[in-house]
Nanobody, 125 residues
Framework: QVQLVESGGGLVQAGGSLRLSCAAS????????MGWFRQAPAKEREFVAA????????YHADSVKGRFTISRDNAKNTVYLQMNSLKPEDTAVYYC??????????????????WGQGTQVTVSS
């Protein structure tokens, strides 16, 4: 049974930092590209960042470029999202997702195979 478990969310002031983690089990982690998405109330789920299987190529949404960084540790079956200079508009539930593919890209949510349950990030002004 595949499980993706996010952690690291919380309440932070604007300008602060958080590091999200997503621990994967039940799959061969190194065969999956990984992504982070977020969903704010009454909004659609949106792409935040993605990383190839090896971690050699990363993709970031324009809204987070220069502030967020995705990375992975295949030995620990974990993907991370380092979030710096947080803004109130970053407030959302953040989800990690896995897609079995040899390629890389900023794909839409529908192309991912597995999802975590999400972790809340709240940025106060």
């Amino acid at each position: 049974q595949v499980q993706l478990v996010e952690s690291g969310g919380g309440l932070v002031q604007a300008g602060g930092s958080l590091r999200l983690s997503c621990a994967a089990s039940g799959l061969t982690f190194s065969r999956y590209a990984m992504g982070w998405f977020r969903q704010a109330p009454a909004k659609e789920r949106e792409f935040v960042a993605a990383i190839t299987r090896s971690g050699g190529i990363t993709y970031h949404a324009d809204s987070v470029k220069g502030r967020f960084t995705i990375s992975r540790d295949n030995a620990k079956n974990t993907v991370y999202l380092q979030m710096n200079s947080l803004k109130p508009e970053d407030t959302a539930v953040y989800y990690c997702a896995a897609r079995r593919t040899i390629s890389g890209g900023s794909w839409p949510p529908s192309l991912y195979d597995y999802w975590g349950q999400g972790t809340q990030v709240t940025v106060s002004s």
